[in-house]
């Protein structure tokens, strides 16, 4: 199982950034797939996550209307747009994968993607 995240970088306040993070190894379309985030000295927190099929999704209140998830079955990608960044978004942001099998909740985790919002 391999999920890779890419599009991390330094950006300007109002700036954009697109995160990509490309999965293997399991049937993606069966997952529902999140994008978490990490500031230094915080807990990790839910940014995005949108379920496996149907394309409903759901937001961290922070991140509400700058943000939006979304995914390519075909591709084995998930999205995360991010407009009208701010410093607090200033984090390292994970992808996961998450899917419940007769009761067991298997997840996988990304090894992160550094995004910076600074002048």
């Known amino acids: 199982v391999q999920l890779v995240e890419s599009g991390g970088g330094l950006v300007q306040p109002g700036g954009s950034l697109r995160l990509s993070c490309a999965a293997s190894g399991f049937t993606f379309s069966s997952y529902a797939m999140s994008w978490y985030r990490q500031a230094p000295g915080k807990e990790r927190e839910m940014v995005a996550t949108?379920?496996?099929?149907?394309?409903?999704?759901n937001y961290a209140d922070s991140v509400l209307g700058r943000f939006t998830i979304s995914r390519d079955n075909a591709k084995n990608t998930v999205y995360l747009q991010m407009n009208s960044l701010k410093p607090e978004d200033t984090a390292v942001y994970y992808c996961n994968a998450m899917v419940v099998r007769v009761g067991v909740k298997y997840a996988y985790w990304g090894q992160g993607t550094q995004v910076t919002v600074s002048s």
């Open positions: 949108i379920i496996s099929a149907g394309g409903s999704t």
